[in-house]
């Protein structure tokens, strides 16, 4: 059984750099709407206290402001992982 994935698209208005669990501020290019964007293990990572928001745009790389996000976080109880497109 596969995963649905089909993240609504955002942009870094900030740079996404440093370890992974950083945050920084991103839009939805549809709505325009705020989103905060993570750098994040694309394996399984235990996670309790300040983690991403299942759903969320990511990356697992470093990446520069105005550059598309490619993947979305995904949660599995306190396991979280950033999926990219094609993963």
Known sequence: MGIDF???PAVLTAGLSSGSGTSVSAVYIASGEAAKASKFSTTWTSCTANCPVAGSPCSSS???AGTQLPGE??????QFKCLSGGQ
């Open 62 to 64: 470093e990446l520069p």
């Open 6 to 8: 089909d993240p609504a």
């Open 73 to 78: 976080i995904q949660k599995q109880k306190n």
